[in-house]
């Protein structure tokens, strides 16, 4: 089947820790997405790249890093200079910079 | 950078009422796209809207992409308990620095009541 995965589900993490979270996708889609959600609050951009080896900061970059050297694979680290790291992680694809985007089923990560 | 207003924040209603919620940004976008998440789980998309003025149904959904290009809204008619979620709209931006980037509203919370 065609889609997006994130690993883990679940992810605990000791305070100074870096992280890094997984997203595949074997959808061919050029642009992939990294949000970030908290507690009854929306989606904020943290990373999105539209091609390989290439990749924007979003609105709240700061105490993140992505890489992007393949197509179907965006991993999204958070660093220790993240000052409050624990929140449900979504990541998206997309053909084009235009067309409708696909998500994840979302990492959530507590740092302890 | 973009921003986005959804709006309203929350809504508490009846089974069989009908429900409107919209969002409006600074900028203009080249898509509006219309999401439904579920608790602990990712966005699942509802509806793409990708010219001015279109108006697109999908079941009891309808969704309009706004004349101006900075706004949009989505109607729900004859809710049912299975609508209870958050709601979201994205805006995908029209070019220069905001080109690729895609948006988010802060999401409508929508309750039905049996």
Request: neutral net charge; glycine residues 12%.
């Amino acid at each position: 089947d065609g889609g997006i995965t994130q690993s883990p589900k679940y992810l605990f993490r000791k305070e100074g820790q870096n992280v890094t979270l997984s997203c595949e996708q074997n959808l061919n889609h050029d642009a992939m997405y990294w949000y970030r959600q908290d507690p009854g609050q929306g989606l904020r951009l943290i990373y999105y790249s539209q091609i390989v080896n290439d990749f924007q900061k979003g609105d709240i970059a700061e105490g993140y890093s992505v890489s992007r050297e393949k197509k179907e694979s965006f991993p999204l680290t958070v660093t220790s200079a993240q000052k409050n790291p624990t929140a449900f992680y979504l990541c998206a694809s997309r053909q084009t910079s235009g067309a409708e985007a696909f998500f994840g089923q979302g990492t959530r990560l507590t740092v302890v | 950078g973009q921003q986005l207003n959804q709006s309203p924040q929350s809504m508490f209603i009846q089974e069989g009422e009908d429900v409107s919620m919209n969002c409006t940004s600074s900028s203009i976008f080249n898509t509006w796209l219309w999401y439904k998440q579920d608790p602990g789980e990712g966005p699942v998309l509802l509806i793409a809207l990708y010219k001015a003025g279109e108006l697109t149904s999908n079941g009891r959904l309808t969704a309009q992409f706004g004349i101006t290009r900075k706004d949009s809204f989505l109607n729900i008619s004859a809710s049912i308990p299975s609508d209870v979620g958050i709601y979201f709209c994205a805006g995908s931006g029209a070019g220069g620095t905001s080109y690729g980037k895609l948006t988010f509203g802060q999401g409508t919370i929508l309750t039905v009541h049996p």
